[in-house]
């Protein structure tokens, strides 16, 4: 089972009820099952208003024009917000060379 981070909200921490807790818990099974069973599963719980993506960075242009591996993986997590587009969070990764 997947560790659950508690999301932040203007500053201050908020516990997910039990009733959230126990729908979170299901789409991460859902999704964990639906990695090696059954492909729908993992979009079933898919949000119209939620975005995740992935980029690679490098240290300089000249090393990703030269082919370099990326220095960072960066995770970004968008969502809308009154019409227009969010980032909501993001998670930096630095890559081992």
Do not use: C
């Not at 500053?11 to 729908?23: I, K, N, V």
């Not at 960075?57 to 960066?74: E, F, L, V, Y």
């Amino acid at each position: 089972m997947a560790t659950l981070v508690h999301g932040r909200r203007r500053g201050r921490f908020d516990a997910p009820d039990s009733h959230d807790l126990e729908q979170i818990q299901a789409i991460v099974r859902d999704v964990q099952d639906g990695f090696t069973n059954d492909a729908s599963l993992m979009n079933t719980h898919l949000a119209d208003d939620a975005i995740v993506a992935r980029k690679n960075a490098w240290s300089t242009k000249q090393d990703a024009d030269d082919g370099d591996q990326p220095a960072m993986n960066a995770l970004y997590v968008f969502v809308k917000r009154d019409g227009r587009w969010l980032i909501w969070r993001r998670q930096n990764t630095i890559v081992s060379s």
